[in-house]
């Protein structure tokens, strides 16, 4: 019969209920994020989201209102790469935290590109 | 199972999770850098150990529902805001408002019902999407001191969401009450950290034995204090909020200028506002407002004072606030904007640089005049046609701005930095004070004056004679920031005195913005001369305002630069080691050594500099006694370095005229900024510093900054308050920026019995519906 020593059935338990809070849908964060320029006062539909980070990738496109929404993910550091409909590209980034279902980002270009010359 | 072997089994699930919690996903999670050891990694945890800005705000985490005001928001009775409540997340269905409260009293019905009278649109602030919930109750306020609860609760996919954000308001500004201000002056010297205060005081007053020969006039001051100047949304702020937060009490987002954040960011005009201290003054008392300084007039410093638009960069739409003009066919529409008329007071003094923006593209004078060689508004003239129509006399140089009637409102724009050889300032702001004296023949640098080619003055102006024959004529019919100040305290004297209702009360903001722009290019010494003039124009208005006793002037910075003072060197030992250094060729980087023949000394320029024991006190002199130094490369000059910079090269001395410190190149027709290269145009045999700021895009990188930052940015550091006149003990102490509204409203005066004692849930309620 399989079992275990006291020491490894920690080491098991503990490793399980890592991979559980990890990856099991109970526990992951879905992140809603919107594709906007607080300055140029612009929202972009179909912006393509993709988040990365734990060996997850997700691609998505902005809704009609700038928003992706991405699910599944577990809790931790993401990069976001973005691309705006325009071609110009920028990256993000963010922490999922395990203890809210769903979290909120704004995808600010503004706020991720330094400002205009005469913004300081 | 036994007791410790469920704690060790606890303690190991603990470990784990806090492991999971803290660190970062990933299978090259260790490093801080990927395998090509140079792009950071995304799991670094220098940037991922704590929390970003995901939740900035006091959010109900599954739908991101949140009131503005934001929580905590420095308050005073009868300062306007406007009431939003809103989701960030949409909804499966549209989200329903189920109750609204301020201190467990209902006010639900009010708002609903002033929603419906708003209607949707701009007024409301109403989201494109349905699926979202957002409404804005304009012009509120809370009508008596104390404490308050909003508590929002929305149903949203038929589960309720509750919100509630807290607030301690002060008692509403009474200058009828004995000992109150009733003259304000505001100095905001624009980056105007520590050292440069430091600075100023030994370039600008000298040392013997270790003494200052004399404090400046902001240090005299009786009362000082500390603010923090970070913004809603980042420990960096920008002048924006860095201007913003202090005279409202709202802390904002970096380039919001008097509004919160919403969620219809296709429009920065509807976003919630709030009233600044100034605004409240003039609505209430009739006071008159003003503001003065040496950047473009709608730049973010002065701008704050009165307008409202979550986009600094909107320009030609808060020049339209600065006066009051709401108009459909132009950029400030009337329809819609209701709401904004009413909370935006014009203002009653406006000086400072940028003519474009206020001028129509047609008129000739913007370039013949003021220099520009393209821009302009396509919609209105504002200075041509709506300033004089709505009674400001308009000024454009030093004559016509001491010939004009105090008792009429005044709009002054003057000639801007537009010499073609210098960079890095540029066109819409007005010339730096060092080369104002240069231009005047107060100052010289290096011993050269206006009529030497190296200055750039001795030239006709590029684009017609309008301001005057040369670039130093042009230069010198702008006024000193002294004079300027000086007029802006006559009008205002002069027009709340005729009116009743001011009872003679004004405010005026005083904006020394060069410290800062001269900071991000790494001008050093002309940073210098720019808080000497501050300082000089606090010294001569502490005197003018000497007899009043109800005059109060208050000086601060938005934030300061990263710049540190690391010694001195003697001018003669920088210019004899320039060129031992590196070189820097244009297009080559990076540069080679100067002196490869000794390889533990490659660079001499190092070895001029004194510090430690070696710092000996500069030697700067004013001998012709106009308070700033002579020349800011005397025989013994002061060093100074920038703790965040991008790549540039420097002798320490001081450039002829500004330039930018980085690269820059031409790609298909576009500039393109680099950082990492120095400009080979300033001080290319000087020594290299390498840069610390972003430079490109690192696609793939965990860089948070996307593009290049050629310039030295802010610094998250704290900021000295200092105050001096009625009420100037207010400003005591170490607090947040916003604090500093609450504590101009208690100098300009508090009844006794409305003080707030303690954290009293406050008796009173939302008006203005």
Not at chain 2, 191 to 200: K, S
Not at chain 2, 312 to 337: C, F, S
Not at chain 2, 368 to 394: E, H, T, W
């Amino acid at each position: 019969m399989f079992a275990l020593q006291p020491p490894k059935r920690k080491i098991v338990f503990a490793s399980a209920l890592v991979w559980l809070l990890q990856v099991h849908p109970a526990f992951a964060v879905e992140l809603v994020a919107r594709v906007v320029d607080a300055v140029e006062a612009k929202v972009f539909p179909t912006a393509v989201v993709q988040v990365r980070g734990g060996g997850i990738t997700q691609r998505q496109a902005a809704d009609s209102f700038g928003f992706v929404r991405l699910a599944g993910l577990p809790a931790g550091a993401y990069l976001l790469d973005v691309k705006l409909p325009d071609g110009r590209e920028f990256v993000a980034r963010t922490v999922l935290l395990s203890n809210r279902k769903t979290q909120f980002l704004d995808l600010d270009y503004a706020r991720i590109v330094p400002p205009h010359d005469d913004d300081y | 199972m036994k007791t410790t072997q469920l704690s060790v089994i606890s303690a190991a699930v603990i470990c784990a999770l806090l492991s999971h919690l803290s660190a970062v996903a990933g299978p090259d999670d260790d490093s801080p850098f990927r395998s090509d050891g140079k792009t950071r990694n995304a799991a670094d945890p220098i940037y991922f150990g704590r929390k970003l800005a995901d939740f900035p705000m006091n959010t109900e985490a599954e739908t991101g529902l949140r009131i503005s005001p934001p929580t905590g928001t420095d308050l005073f009775a009868g300062q306007r805001f406007d009431l939003r409540v809103e989701t960030q997340i949409p909804a499966q269905a549209a989200p329903e408002l189920k109750r609204l409260s301020v201190n467990g009293k209902s006010i639900e019905a009010s708002f609903t019902q002033r929603i419906a009278k708003q209607g949707a649109g701009p007024e409301t602030g109403t989201p494109q999407s349905k699926l979202l919930y957002g409404a804005t109750a304009r012009n509120l306020s809370f009508d008596k001191p104390g404490r308050y609860e909003v508590e929002a609760v929305l149903l949203v996919d038929g589960v309720g969401r509750r919100i509630v954000n807290r607030y301690e308001v002060a008692a509403a500004p009474n200058p009828n009450v004995a000992g109150a201000a009733r003259r304000v002056v505001f100095f905001l010297g624009d980056g105007m950290g520590l050292p440069l205060r430091t600075a100023a005081r030994i370039v600008g007053k000298g040392a013997s034995e270790g003494r200052a020969n004399e404090a400046l006039a902001m240090e005299k001051m009786p009362a000082q204090g500390i603010s923090r100047t970070t913004s809603f949304d980042s420990i960096i702020t920008d002048s924006a909020p860095g201007m913003a937060s202090p005279i409202s009490g709202m802390k904002q987002s970096n380039n919001a200028l008097q509004v919160a954040v919403d969620n219809t960011p296709e429009n920065p005009l509807d976003n919630p506002r709030i009233e600044t201290v100034f605004e409240y003054m003039k609505r209430v008392h009739g006071w008159k407002i003003g503001v003065v300084t040496d950047a473009f007039l709608v730049d973010a410093t002065p701008a704050a004072v009165q307008s409202h638009n979550r986009s600094r960069r909107n320009y030609l739409n808060i020049a339209q606030q600065m006066i009051g003009y709401y108009d459909d066919k132009t950029e400030l529409k009337k329809t819609g904007y209701t709401s904004l008329a009413e909370l935006s007071q014009p203002l009653d003094v406006l000086m400072g640089g940028g003519a474009v923006h206020w001028m129509s593209e047609n008129n000739p004078a913007l370039k013949n005049f003021y220099q520009y060689s393209r821009g302009g508004r396509k919609d209105v003239d504002l200075m041509a046609d709506v300033a004089p129509a709505k009674g400001y006399s308009v000024v454009r140089n030093l004559d016509e701005m001491r010939s004009a009637p105090v008792d009429q409102k005044i709009l002054g724009i003057f000639t801007g930095e537009f010499r073609s050889t210098s960079t890095g300032l540029g066109g819409d702001n007005l010339p730096g004070t060092l080369d104002r004296l240069v231009a005047r023949g107060a100052a010289t640098i290096r011993g050269k004056g206006a009529n030497d080619p190296e200055i750039g003055m001795n030239v006709a102006p590029p684009g017609g004679t309008g301001c005057g024959a040369s670039v130093g004529d042009c230069f010198r019919a702008v006024p000193m920031k002294t004079e300027m100040v000086n007029k802006a305290i006559s009008v205002l004297d002069a027009l709340s005195r005729k009116n009743p209702k001011s009872n003679g009360g004004w405010m005026l903001m005083v904006e020394q913005s060069q410290s800062d722009k001269f900071g991000h290019i790494l001008e050093h010494e002309r940073s210098i001369y720019e808080v000497i003039e501050l300082d000089n124009i606090i010294a001569a208005t502490a005197k003018r305002l000497a007899s009043d006793r109800q005059a109060l002037m208050v000086v601060t910075a938005d934030h300061a630069q990263p710049q540190t003072i690391i010694g001195v060197a003697l001018t003669s030992a920088l210019v004899g080691a320039t060129g031992s250094c590196f070189t820097t060729t244009d297009g080559n980087y990076p540069i080679t050594l100067g002196s490869s023949a000794d390889k533990d000394r490659p660079c001499e320029l190092q070895d001029a500099i004194g510090t430690f024991n070696d710092a000996t006190f500069p030697t700067y002199e004013d001998k012709n006694g106009d308070g700033y130094p002579d020349d800011p490369d005397p025989s013994i000059k002061l060093i100074i370095e920038a703790g965040g910079r991008p790549t540039y090269s420097t002798n320490y001395l001081t450039n002829y005229q500004p330039l930018k410190p980085s690269g820059s190149r031409t790609d298909t027709g576009k500039m393109v900024e680099q950082p990492a290269v120095p400009n080979a145009k300033r001080q290319p045999e000087g020594l290299l510093m390498t840069g610390n700021m972003p430079t490109r895009d690192v696609k793939g990188g965990a860089n948070k900054t996307s593009g290049a930052v050629d310039i030295a940015p802010h610094a998250g550091d704290d900021v000295q308050v200092s105050s001096q006149g009625a009420g100037a003990g207010n400003f005591a102490g170490y607090y947040e920026n916003t604090s500093i509204s609450i504590r101009l409203a208690r100098a300009m005066g508090v009844d006794k019995a409305k003080r707030l004692s303690g954290a009293k849930v406050s008796s009173g309620s939302v008006v203005g519906w």
